[in-house]
C-alpha cells in the first residue's frame, strides 16, 4: 500500500530507520540527487541550460548530487548557493565538495536563458515564513520564462499543512522520495507542486511499521476490507435500514437526493421520514424508496421504536431550529449509525458544546458529521483553538477530538478525520462536484455504508471516494440528481477491485 502520508517528523524518522539499519545517509542523498536527475531530463533539451538553487541543508546536498549528474550526463549547468559553503555541514557539505563546478552567489541568479530551474532551496521541513534572500529567488524563478523542478516540496510550503509561508515557487513538477507528503495533497500546497513524481530511494517500506503514519491519502486500499461484501443468502433487511429526514414541502428534494444515494451503496431498505405538508410531494417523487409520516421528533421517535431502522440522516434541507435540535438529540440518544449535515449543523451554530454534550464514546464509530468550511466555521465559532488551525487538516482532526465523532470537512481536498488521529485526504474529486445538493448525495451514500455496519471512518472515507468518483463520471454540466445513478459505475469499479 502507498496511500501513506507521511509528516516531516515521520520522514525524518523513515531516514534515521533507514540509516540505523546500515544505509548510509551519504548514499540516500546520492538516490535523491539521481532521482531529481532523471527526473530533469524529460523537461530539458539535450545538452540544455539547467540552473540548480541549492540551500544549505540537505535539501540543498540533493540539489549538488542532480548538479554533478546532469553535468556528467552532458547538461550545462549552474550551481546557485543561498548562504555560505563554509557553512554546510554533514552530507550536504560532502556533496557540495564532489560538485567540480563553480558556486555561485544569490546575486548572480539570472534565469534568462534558462531551460529548467531546479529548486533545492528549502525542502518540507519549513518552520517559519520564507523571507530575504530565499524569498527573492522563490520570487525571481516565478518570474522565470524557465519551467521549475522541486526537489521535495516546491520551497515555502509547509510539508505538513500545505501552507504557503510568505512565498512560494511555483514547479511544474516535484520529485518526492518514498512517500508523499501532506503538503503536497493539501491545497494551495497541490497547486503549487504541479506533477508530483515519487522516487524510490531505498527506504525499506518496513519502516512504517515502526512509524504508524496516521494520515493517508483516501484511496480503497485504506478502507475496502472494513466494507460490508453482498452475502449470496442475504436479504434486504441484513443490509440495513437508513432514514433519512425530509424537511418541509418547499425543501423536500435534498432529502430525496440522499436516500437514493443511500440505495445505490448498498442499503436494503430506506425510508423518507416526511412532514405531513410534505408526504404527497414525496410519496409522489419516489418509487424504490419507502416513504414514512413524521412530524418532528414525536414522529421521528415512532419510527425509530422499529430497532431493523439502524442509520439515520439529519440535517439536508431540514430547516435550522430548535425543532431538528430536538431530533439531532433524540438520534443520538437512540444509539443509531448517524450523519449530520447542513442544517443539522448549523442549528448548533456556535453551541458546539451542546451538541457534544449528547455524543457518548461510542459515537466514535457511528457518527459521521459533513460540514463544509462556512458550516465548519459556524458550528465551531465558540471553539476558538480549533479555528485557530491555518489548515483545513488541523482544524478537521481538532473537530474530530472535541466532537468524538469522525468529521467530513468537505472542499477540493476533503479531510475526513477521526477523534483518534486517524486522517485521509481525498484526491480523486472535481470542481463539477461544487453545485447544489451534492453535500446532501455525500450524505446519503455515507449513510448507505452506515446502515450497512461499515465503521464510521471507513464509511465517510469510501463515501468521499464513492462521490468523488461518481462526479468525475458524470463530468461538465453535472447536476446533483445525476450523482447517485453514476455512484452505480463508482461502486462497480470498487467491487471489481476487491
Not at 502507498?2 to 530507520?17: G, I, K, P, V, Y
Not at 480523486?428 to 453535500?439: D, I, K
Request: proline share 5%.
Amino acid at each position: 500500500m502507498m496511500n501513506e502520508l507521511l509528516t516531516t517528523d515521520d520522514m525524518a524518522e523513515a531516514d534515521r530507520l533507514t540509516i540505523e539499519g546500515g544505509t548510509a545517509g551519504l548514499v540516500l542523498m546520492e538516490r535523491a540527487g539521481r532521482a531529481v536527475a532523471d527526473a530533469a531530463m524529460p523537461m530539458v533539451p539535450a545538452g540544455g541550460r539547467i540552473m540548480v538553487l541549492c540551500g544549505p541543508g540537505n535539501n540543498g546536498g540533493d540539489g549538488f548530487v542532480a548538479a554533478r549528474v546532469l553535468a556528467g550526463r552532458g547538461y550545462t549547468v549552474t550551481v546557485i548557493l543561498s548562504g555560505q559553503r563554509e557553512a554546510l555541514r554533514g552530507n550536504a557539505r560532502f556533496a557540495a565538495e564532489m560538485w567540480e563546478g563553480e558556486i555561485h552567489s544569490p546575486a548572480t541568479f539570472e534565469p534568462a536563458g534558462a531551460d529548467l530551474i531546479i529548486d533545492a532551496l528549502l525542502g518540507g521541513g519549513l518552520a517559519r515564513p520564507v523571507e530575504g534572500e530565499v524569498a527573492r529567488l522563490i520570487v525571481a524563478a516565478n518570474a522565470a520564462d524557465a519551467p521549475v523542478l522541486a526537489v521535495d516540496l516546491p520551497s515555502g510550503i509547509d510539508g505538513n499543512t500545505g501552507q504557503i509561508r510568505g512565498v512560494a515557487v511555483q514547479s511544474k513538477k516535484t520529485v518526492t522520495f518514498f512517500r508523499l507528503k501532506p503538503g503536497q495533497i493539501l491545497y494551495p500546497g497541490r497547486r503549487v507542486c504541479g506533477e508530483v513524481v515519487l522516487a524510490d530511494i531505498g527506504i525499506p517500506a518496513g519502516v512504517l511499521d515502526r512509524i504508524r503514519p496516521a494520515l493517508a491519502i483516501n484511496m480503497p486500499e485504506l478502507w475496502r476490507d472494513q466494507l460490508p461484501v453482498l452475502d449470496e443468502e442475504g436479504n434486504k433487511f441484513n443490509r440495513g435500514h437508513l432514514v433519512v429526514v425530509s424537511g418541509g414541502i418547499e425543501s423536500t428534494g435534498a432529502a430525496r437526493l440522499a436516500a437514493h444515494a443511500a440505495a445505490r451503496t448498498g442499503a436494503g431498505l430506506v425510508t423518507v421520514a416526511s412532514p405531513s405538508d410534505a408526504l404527497a410531494v414525496n410519496a409522489a417523487a419516489l418509487t424504490d424508496i419507502m416513504v414514512r409520516g413524521s412530524d418532528g421528533a414525536a414522529g421521528l421517535r415512532r419510527l425509530l421504536e422499529d430497532k431493523r431502522r439502524n442509520a439515520l440522516v439529519l440535517g439536508p434541507g431540514n430547516g435550522v431550529g430548535e425543532a431538528l435540535k430536538e431530533c439531532v438529540a433524540l438520534a443520538l440518544s437512540s444509539g443509531r449509525a448517524l450523519v449530520l449535515d447542513a442544517d443539522a449543523l448549523t442549528s448548533f451554530a456556535s453551541n458546539a458544546s451542546a451538541l457534544k454534550a449528547d455524543i457518548s464514546e461510542e459515537h466514535a464509530v457511528k457518527l459521521v458529521v459533513t460540514p463544509h468550511d462556512g458550516e465548519f466555521a459556524r458550528l465551531f465559532a465558540a471553539q476558538t483553538d480549533i479555528l485557530a488551525h491555518p489548515d483545513r487538516l488541523g482544524r478537521a482532526l481538532a473537530a474530530a477530538r472535541f466532537l468524538g465523532g469522525v468529521v467530513v470537512l468537505k472542499g477540493p481536498d476533503c479531510v475526513i478525520a477521526s477523534p483518534d488521529g486517524r486522517a485521509a485526504i481525498n484526491q480523486n474529486g472535481t470542481p463539477w462536484l461544487a453545485t447544489a445538493g451534492s453535500g446532501d448525495v455525500l450524505a446519503g451514500a455515507i449513510g448507505g455504508l452506515l446502515a450497512q455496519g461499515a465503521p464510521a471512518f471507513e464509511a465517510a472515507c469510501a463515501g468521499v471516494w464513492l462521490h468523488a468518483e461518481a462526479g468525475r463520471a458524470v463530468g461538465p454540466g453535472l447536476l446533483a440528481h445525476d450523482l447517485p445513478q453514476a455512484l452505480r459505475g463508482a461502486m462497480a469499479a470498487l467491487i471489481a477491485l476487491r
